[in-house]
């Protein structure tokens, strides 16, 4: 799949790898701002008891 991307991306290779940075920084910050939130709510990690001891 990477290579098919890569291969795809107009410009010399120094371009490319410019290019796939980007791509790979855009996939990071959308699934940090839109996905990973979305899935928190179904997670059941995300339930902490360690300050229910504190507010007895």
């Known amino acids: ?14 371009l490319r790898v410019i290019f796939a940075l980007v791509l790979i920084a855009a996939a990071i910050l959308l699934m940090m701002n839109y996905a990973f939130p979305w899935l928190s709510q179904y997670s059941p990690f ?9 507010q007895r």
């Open 1 to 14: 799949m990477y290579g098919w991307i890569f291969s795809r991306l107009p410009g010399p290779a120094w």
């Open 46 to 54: 995300t339930e902490s008891t360690i300050g229910m001891v504190l």
